[in-house]
């Protein structure tokens, strides 16, 4: 019974920025790491940002000049800060957490938010 509540989306003009959220709540013991994908119609799912609660990140080469991924672990929340966007970026923004919790015995799942669509159009 854990949660992903991800905001943040909307309308951009190209080269304009937006910050995504990510944050998890429920019977949440420990989160190991956030992910962000999106999806854009017709193509498959790709992450663009991964990070551990310990800090440690990736972002794909394709996106790691404008997209920057952080977490505030005391609000279980990660952020994806994406800069300079482009009709490209234009998809449905996904997060996923992988944490352990849940009802005792606390196990390890995965866990996918709703997702977020960012449109980037003029």
């Known amino acids: 019974q854990v949660q992903l509540e991800e905001s943040g989306g909307g309308l951009v003009q190209p080269g304009g920025s937006l910050r995504l959220s990510c944050a998890a709540s429920?019977?949440?013991?420990?989160?190991?790491?956030m992910g962000w994908y999106r999806q854009a119609p017709g193509k498959q799912r790709e992450m663009v940002a991964f990070i551990t609660w310990g800090g440690s990140t990736n972002v794909p080469d394709s996106v790691k000049d404008r997209f920057t991924v952080f977490r505030d672990v005391a609000k279980n929340t990660a952020f994806l800060q994406m800069n300079d966007l482009k009709p490209d970026d234009t998809a449905v923004y996904f997060c996923?957490?992988?944490?352990?919790?849940?009802?005792?015995?606390?196990?390890?799942?995965?866990?996918w938010g709703q997702g977020t669509l960012v449109t980037v159009s003029s």
């Open positions: 996923n957490a992988a944490v352990v919790g849940g009802p005792i015995p606390y196990k390890y799942f995965e866990v």
């Open positions: 429920g019977s949440i013991f420990s989160i190991n790491a």
